[in-house]
């Protein structure tokens, strides 16, 4: 009885694929130490090799590389198999900055060099791996090392980076979790708001629509989604806010004549909630669905799902009506404009701020105007700041302005 129970307490601390000792006897291991040096090793596209070559090949593969790593293994170190495809060196002893360097590209230099022979069906695989590393005492060193190698990738696979506090990626990253914490809050405390900005329509100079937009109230000051919109990704709150700004605009407008805008992100449209909940509000509020125009985000226009398509044109035959926003930047194009052929589009104020001193800006919007008017889009200009920019852009053909020059976004219409 007393060799079972012994043997479970070490199965609990052993990685059953390569023998190392795995995640819980890290975290046992950094607890008893102290000034440790973290290396976090991550095989680059590792996904690719169980793609291609099945899960058999990637563990026959993965027992190679932790052979292999054990062999690189310094004095005074310990390795660990951390998650799938990370590995994680702890070196127990004082590493100046220059020794850090030279063994993390030792690392990178031995693999990218090596190609591991492997008995299923004598596959001959090369591996690279991307490196993050950190110095100090307790948990907090690991989730530095882990941070670096996230913050390596975003620029360069196999390679490395020593984590470094004042970073800008290390400062996002302390403000994503600020963050995280607030929206959560703000949910619970009914502190997530809904703001509304009036667009003018440039024929009859008159507000016809609104815009909803969300607000955080934090500690009296409001927030805008610019701020908070990443974090709510990572915690997947995304649906949420959504959901809370759709019931709130509803309620709002329900007494009015409007047209109000909702922002959608590709979250919502993933998820497949979005039209059932819509025409619940519809009916519990009874608003033609006419009078709802759906902001389709940047990040939707880059997908290429043909469900997303048939949400978009199911909802399109309930009566709503389709935007794209902040059309001319990042992922979207004519090609996509084409295909989803929206009501309204708007064009990014990135173009219009500057659009009378930018040559490049007036021509972008000349062009993107033209080939809506071809279309039958109705076009919708943000970041109308002054006199001077309203007049451009009506004299543009443009049919509608939006911006602090034609009203601030309010938490109350008029």
């Not at 079972?4 to 607890?31: C, H, M, P, S, V």
């Not at 026959?60 to 052979?67: A, D, K, N």
């Not at 389709?296 to 978009?312: G, K, P, R």
């Amino acid at each position: 009885m007393k060799f079972e129970l012994e043997k479970k307490e070490w199965d609990y601390y052993k990685d059953q694929l390569t023998g190392l000792d795995n995640r819980f006897a890290l975290l046992e291991y950094i607890k008893l130490n102290s000034r440790l040096n973290i290396f976090v090793i991550n095989l680059d596209n590792f996904c690719n090799i169980n793609k291609s070559y099945g899960y058999v090949v990637g563990d026959e593969l993965l027992v190679e590389i932790s052979r292999r790593l054990e062999l690189l293994k310094p004095k005074n170190a310990k390795l660990f198999r951390f998650d799938g495809d990370e590995f994680v060196f702890v070196v127990n002893d004082f590493f100046n900055f220059r020794e850090l360097k030279e063994f993390s590209e030792s690392i990178i230099s031995f693999f990218n060099q090596t190609e591991i022979a492997l008995d299923h069906d004598n596959i001959i695989a090369k591996v690279s791996v991307t490196i993050g590393v950190a110095m100090g005492n307790g948990i907090i060193t690991l989730n530095h090392a882990a941070a670096a190698v996230h913050e390596a990738r975003l620029y360069k696979k196999s390679s490395y980076k020593i984590f470094e506090a004042k970073s800008e990626y290390a400062k996002k990253q302390q403000e994503n979790i600020y963050w995280i914490n607030r929206i959560r809050h703000a949910i619970e405390e009914e502190k997530l708001l809904g703001f509304f900005q009036p667009i003018r329509n440039n024929k009859t100079k008159k507000i016809e629509k609104y815009e909803c937009l969300a607000r955080i109230d934090d500690d009296g000051g409001l927030v805008s989604p610019i701020r908070f919109m990443e974090a709510c990704k990572i915690t997947g709150t995304l649906s949420l806010i959504t959901r809370r700004i759709v019931s709130n605009a509803f309620k709002v407008f329900s007494g009015t004549d409007y047209e109000f805008s909702i922002n959608i992100t590709s979250n919502d449209i993933n998820l497949g909630y979005l039209e059932e909940f819509l025409m619940l509000n519809v009916k519990k509020y009874n608003i033609d669905p006419s009078r709802i125009v759906l902001e389709l985000l940047e990040d939707i226009v880059t997908l290429t799902e043909s469900n997303m398509l048939e949400q978009i044109n199911s909802l399109r035959r309930k009566g709503f009506k389709i935007a794209l926003d902040d059309f001319g930047v990042e992922n979207s194009n004519f090609s996509r404009l084409i295909e989803l052929n929206p009501d309204y589009l708007k064009i990014d104020g990135l173009f219009i701020k500057d659009i009378l001193e930018n040559d490049k800006s007036e021509l972008i919007v000349e062009t993107i105007v033209y080939l809506c008017k071809k279309r039958g889009i109705k076009i919708i200009a943000e970041y109308i700041h002054s006199k001077a920019v309203l007049e451009k852009i009506e004299d543009m053909g443009i049919d509608y302005a939006q911006g602090y020059y034609i009203g601030e976004p309010q938490e109350r219409i008029e």
